[in-house]
Nanobody
Framework: QVQLVESGGGLVQPGGSLRLSCAAS????????MGWYRQAPGKQRELVAA???????NYADSMKGRVTISRDNAKNTVYLQMRTLKPEDTAVYYC?????????WGRGTQVTVSA
């Protein structure tokens, strides 16, 4: 069994920054893809960023230039550095981890961007 725990969410002003962390624990073999998704009220869950086991990142077009995803394989942790946040970035951010053929989701961390 694998558990994902997200942290770092909170309330920030427009233009501010947040760094999200997701730590995986439990029965872990090889982590392939790690990523972040978000879901705002009334909207579908969407990709924010993903990163391969070798560190190759992919970003949603709406977030390019404002987010950086990184990972620490030794710590089984993925990070999402967000900058220049906008009110429309308000959502629950979920960590997603692919381990072998299985996919695991965290419970999410709330990010609220408001003045």
């Amino acid at each position: 069994q694998v558990q994902l725990v997200e942290s770092g969410g909170g309330l920030v002003q427009p233009g501010g920054s947040l760094r999200l962390s997701c730590a995986a624990s439990g029965s872990i073999a090889v982590i392939w893809t790690m990523g972040w998704y978000r879901q705002a009220p009334g909207k579908q869950r969407e990709l924010v960023a993903a990163i391969t086991s070798t560190g190759s990142p992919n970003y949603a077009d709406s977030m390019k230039g404002r987010v950086t995803i990184s990972r620490d394989n030794a710590k089984n942790t993925v990070y999402l550095q967000m900058r220049t946040l906008k009110p429309e970035d308000t959502a629950v951010y979920y960590c997603k981890v692919g381990i072998l053929s299985s996919v695991y989701w965290g419970r999410g961390t709330q990010v609220t961007v408001s003045a």
